[in-house]
């Protein structure tokens, strides 16, 4: 209790918001309900176009928040402005859709108090639906540090919103990419992962809520966002050596992350690591391309003809949406 009396940072809550009338009042009063008292909770409207619902229900917190208008721009846009905008030392993304557990900043400021300060903390969290209701708790499982990096760019369960970042990792390293529209924070914890330890908490700190109307499920290019960040996290890592790819059988190593983005269906990204083990086996040629040559050769089929349909997809839900 004495570490935390002297470690008593200022954290700055983050909520970007467009068009969230519907649940921005849960994920304000979960922020200003924090058991961690040395809060500001910055809301930023990213010109959103509901009639004016938004911009109401933040000014009826008054001063209990400082609330910022700006046109439209994207989560990333919203998010760079709060940041620029922030009194805080540390840094925490609240989506309007999700909602914080009480104790959410105290449990990671708590936890800063007895380690180390520059680190970017993070957390496990629960899904939600459209009513609040608890679907399940999402456990990554225990990460070590040194393998942070490796489960960011395969298995990826990370939840922003459960994200303690010193606001020093911005001012240092950059701020979120302005032309993703919904794989900004990804592309950037990847950055940060190269510079600064993240440490995880296991505990559910976060509700996320699922529902029809999240960016992965109404921005057109999300699919193709996804596919070509993890293209990106392949060539950077590998480029860099930031991945454990031993000197022999690199070609499984890439073999064993095209079967996990086979099964979470980021099936261009697969087929990209796919290349790259077909790469390696050549290298290593003799056992090594006649044992893994016909796995290669029917993954490849397999997702190009699963690329192909989720081509022939979206061709029709861009027509139907040009035709309305």
Sequence with gaps: ????????????????????????????DSALGQTYGNIEVIVVNDGSSDGGLTHEIALSYGGNI?????????????????????????FSWLSH?????????????????????????????????????????????????????????????????????????FEETGFFDESLRSTQDYALWFTFAQKYRFEQIRKVLVKYRTHSNQGSYVIPTHSQEVNDLHIWFLEEASERGLL?????????????????YKKRGIYRAADYSCSMALR??????????????????????????????????????STVRRSL
């Design 1 to 28: 209790m004495q570490m935390m009396e002297q470690f008593y940072p200022k954290v700055s809550i983050v909520i970007p918001v467009y068009n969230g009338s519907d649940y921005m009042r849960e994920a304000i």
């Design 66 to 90: 400082r609330y910022f208008a700006k046109e439209n721009g994207g989560v990333a846009s919203a998010l760079n402005f709060a940041i620029r905008m922030m009194d805080g030392e540390y």
């Design 97 to 169: 859709d999700d909602i914080y557990y009480p104790n959410k900043i105290e449990t990671q400021i708590g936890y800063l108090a007895e380690h180390d300060r520059n680190a970017i903390l993070y957390s496990d969290f629960e899904l939600i639906d459209c009513l609040s209701k608890v679907i399940k708790p999402v456990n990554a499982g225990e990460i070590p540090p040194e393998q942070f990096l490796y489960n960011l760019i395969t298995i990826g369960h990370l939840n922003g919103c459960t994200l303690l970042v010193p606001k020093r990792c």
């Design 244 to 260: 454990p790819i031993p000197d022999e059988g690199a070609s499984r190593f890439f073999l064993e992350v095209a079967g996990i």
């Design 280 to 317: 390696h086996m050549r290298d290593e040629g003799g056992l090594a391309l006649l044992r893994e040559l016909p796995r290669v050769a029917y993954l490849k089929y397999y997702f190009r003809k699963k690329q192909f349909k989720s081509y022939l997809r979206e061709l029709r839900r």
